[in-house]
């Protein structure tokens, strides 16, 4: 019901603006690193690395199904009615949008992975259970870790096990990032609505369950049937978890407990048994996620015009953001603009911890075209301040950053692209490595529209 209600209110909120449908393109990343060293190196084999794709790989995955489907429901009817055309466009990219939400490179898909790529750092694997395609089920778990993994993680790289909690509500925020860059930048007039509503309502939604308690039946129902450890979920309520851990990096794994069935540690963080500071902290983070409502491009409104001059029209746009992270919370502000010589973004963000805030710039540049527009070159710079070792209790900042370059060769329908880039220890949103290092991305982008 609740999904039901989302569609139709989102199918009279937005409207295709216009008759040019933009670039589509889609991202098939070839070689990703280190993603790939370490996919390889958990699973022991190259083709069975593929299916550790990384947060990167992933992200691309998932958008280039929503962005390929949204485009060809876009071009499937054409009624003689305006009103009715565009009603089934939007009903039937609203019920696909629906119907892939356990499926496969779906934005469940897409949340679970970005939980795997933290752990697939650090060697160990793990099942998404969407591929079980077990339609319908009440939770979804990313399984197969060991008890012993799992206390790993949390007892020498807790910054990390902090971020593996909150890792799928920044994959559907990373989602409509990209997907809004993409339609602001490439003019896309696709429709893309009921997505963006989709990611927000669920995150906002799982923090709230999370704060009133209603996952501890689900959590406890499970326990009663999960007598092997490989079938255990590797958090439970992701929220709860990440929350506890937040607040008690001292707090080792083995603290849990053990399981109800006496074989291994019980997992699963119970609301219930939450002092009232985390509940508080948890309501805290569920207000704030209401930032990821404030765009127009929920309501449709993917380009607004700014001004016009000699040389051409002026277009911006903005969305807020809000991500769980490592020490806290990042509230950002993305400012996007389209001038006639250049894309642009600027994003200004405000990294929390518990009782302290600390500032980032965020700067770049979209294919910007050189040797007539054969050549397109993009860029990321960025400067923070974050919490210093990702602490939540600190006062202290540590300056950090990243620098990203992009060079794509333009061609009619498919264009090899190359990035490169490097980042100090911070978090950043889509990066799973907390810690400096480089990383690079090659792949090729398919025109599908022009």
């Not at 280039?64 to 009624?79: K, M, S």
């Not at 500071?277 to 309501?299: A, H, K, W």
């Not at 974050?386 to 333009?410: E, I, M, W």
């Amino acid at each position: 019901m609740k999904h039901i209600k989302l569609l139709l209110a989102t199918l009279f909120l937005a409207a295709f603006e216009g008759t040019a449908i933009g670039q589509i393109y889609l991202d098939m990343p070839l070689v990703t690193l280190p993603t790939q060293t370490q996919a390889y190196q958990t699973t022991g084999g190259y083709f069975s690395s593929f299916m550790n794709p990384g947060m990167e790989n992933s992200l691309a995955y998932s958008t280039d199904i929503y962005t390929a489907a949204h485009y060809g429901l876009r071009n499937a009817f054409h009624l003689e009615s305006p009103y009715w055309n565009n009603f089934v466009k939007r009903l039937s990219v609203g019920l696909f949008d629906l119907m892939t939400t356990e499926l496969p490179f779906g934005y469940s898909w897409l949340h679970e992975e970005y939980h795997r790529g933290v752990m697939t750092q650090y060697g160990v694997n793990s099942l998404n259970e969407v591929l079980l395609f077990r339609l319908g089920s009440s939770s979804i778990a990313v399984s197969h870790e060991t008890d012993e993994e799992m206390a790993m993680l949390c007892d020498r790289y807790h910054p990390d096990f902090v971020r593996l909690m909150g890792a799928g509500h920044e994959a559907e925020v990373d989602l409509n990032r990209t997907m809004q860059s993409n339609q602001f930048f490439y003019q896309q007039d696709i429709f893309n609505s009921v997505i963006y509503w989709i990611n927000a309502v669920e995150n906002i939604a799982y923090l709230a369950t999370c704060v009133n308690g209603d996952g501890d039946i689900m959590m406890k129902d499970r326990n009663a049937v999960e007598f092997d450890i490989e079938d255990r979920d590797f958090t439970g309520m992701d929220m709860n978890a990440w929350v506890d851990a937040l607040m008690y990096p001292e707090k080792p794994y083995a603290a849990r407990g053990p399981h109800p069935s006496g074989n291994g540690i019980n997992r699963y963080i119970m609301t219930e048994d939450f002092p009232q500071e985390c509940i508080q902290y948890l309501r805290r983070q569920t207000g704030l996620d209401l930032f990821n409502f404030v765009s127009p491009m929920l309501l449709g409104k993917t380009r607004i015009r700014l001004a016009e001059t000699a040389t051409g029209t002026y277009y911006g746009n903005f969305a807020f953001r809000h991500y769980l992270t490592s020490f806290g919370d990042d509230i950002s502000l993305d400012l996007y603009l389209q001038a006639p010589w250049a894309n642009l973004y600027t994003t200004l963000h405000s990294y929390n911890n518990y009782h302290h805030h600390f500032g980032g710039l965020e700067v770049g540049v979209v294919d910007y075209p050189l040797w007539d527009s054969h050549l397109l070159l993009g860029g990321t710079l960025m400067g923070w301040i974050q919490p210093k070792d990702h602490l939540f209790h600190t006062s202290t900042g540590a300056l950090g950053g990243l620098v990203k370059a992009r060079a794509c060769y333009n061609s009619r329908l498919v264009a090899p692209y190359l990035e490169m880039g490097w980042k100090s220890d911070g978090w950043v949103a889509g990066n799973a490595n907390l810690s400096d290092g480089f990383f690079m991305k090659a792949g090729l982008r398919w025109r599908i529209s022009q």
